[in-house]
């Protein structure tokens, strides 16, 4: 059986972006994820693959460190700058709005393929 080629850091990302910045548009437009399980086993076997390939092709620091990048930016990026735009009682709405997403679609999502 030949050596499955290796699947380099930049290229591998860019799949998994994809499917990350899916499920943004969903957490900013406030639909519900549209599941599609072949997509979802297609990251996770991305994910597996691009971790447990010999070193120097080993990715999972670099996958754990992106990833975790992923949430600063989202955060940093959409999530804070709303929540400074609205102010009192709609701030707590905002909060608990973002809250309900973060925690139902990036969270949940995510940890299925990372």
Known sequence: MPPKPSIGLEEG???????????????????????DMSQVMANYTLVYQMAVQRPPNNHCEALYERHKQVYVDYLTNKVVPQLREAGGA??????????????DVMVKWNKKFF
């Not at 709609?90 to 925690?103: D, P, Q």
């Open 13 to 35: 990302w860019a799949k998994l972006q994809t499917s990350i910045d899916q499920l943004i548009e969903v957490c900013e437009n406030d639909f519900p994820p549209q599941t």
């Open 90 to 103: 709609f701030m707590l709405a905002e909060i608990g709005k973002r809250w309900i997403n973060h925690r």
